[in-house]
């Protein structure tokens, strides 16, 4: 009669609950006085609350994951399941909530946040790879220009999040509020060792009226096939007088065309 050797237990370890991570971060933070800077880093988790209660979202916040102020800025960690809600309806209401806070202080400078929303497998404290991805995101230059650039009396919000939400949000055919894919132009992200493939969006602004060349996409692959996701790069021609740029028009979000001197991000210079 056959007899099984002992098993031998083999050694593995399960893999940590998959968890969206919610950061955002303050633009010139810096330039307020010690005193504004008290302020407003207690004033962005109202902000927070305020817009994830707006969204439905006030109990999963409650229960949030690894809650951390980063001084000009807060990050905290919810189940994956809400990230339709994040990416869908969290930016405009998110934007809304920002200008009841402008019209309440208008002795300081108009507060503008970035924000930035990736997943992935995290323990309990949040350390991991996907939390150093989050703020990789949250450090990227054509966001930060977004900012730059943009009228503050216009433009408070700005969001970036990875190419793996997007395609887990967008790809599940689930409901995101009035917000579709169009409405995230992609972008290869390039922070100290971090190149990844990710989506911008501005809560309003439509891309097909904006420029373009502010985007790099990797190049093709030898096989002539595009990454997953990402349009072929296309060459751009150099900042010339009276080219065409994005401009909004007040809270309403009317959008149109304006001319300008220059066609990308400060003054000419590529992204």
Known sequence: MYQPTQEVPASWSRLWPYRAVLAVDARNFSGNTSTAMQQINADIQQVLDCSLQAIGLSGDWQRRS?????????????????????????????RTVLWDWRRANQGLAPLQLRVSVHV????????????????????DQALRDLLARADPEVTNTAVIISERVYEDVFESGLATGSAVAGQFAQRFVRVKTFARPARLH?????WGLADRSIFEVPEQPATGRAPSGLEPATPSAPPTEGSVSFNQYGPGGTQGVSPTVYNSFEGGHRV
């Not at 497998?121 to 150093?132: A, F, I, T, W």
């Not at 989050?134 to 450090?139: E, F, G, K, N, Q």
């Not at 501005?202 to 439509?206: F, Q, S, T």
Request: proline residues 13%.
């Open 120 to 139: 992935g497998p995290l323990p309990d404290d949040g350390l991991g790879v996907p939390m150093v991805d989050t703020h990789r995101l949250l450090d």
């Open 66 to 94: 690894f809650p951390q102020h980063t001084g000009d800025g807060y990050v905290a960690g919810m189940d994956a399941e809400v990230l339709p809600a994040l990416v869908g309806c969290f930016p405009q209401a998110l």
């Open 202 to 206: 501005v809560p309003g602004l439509d």
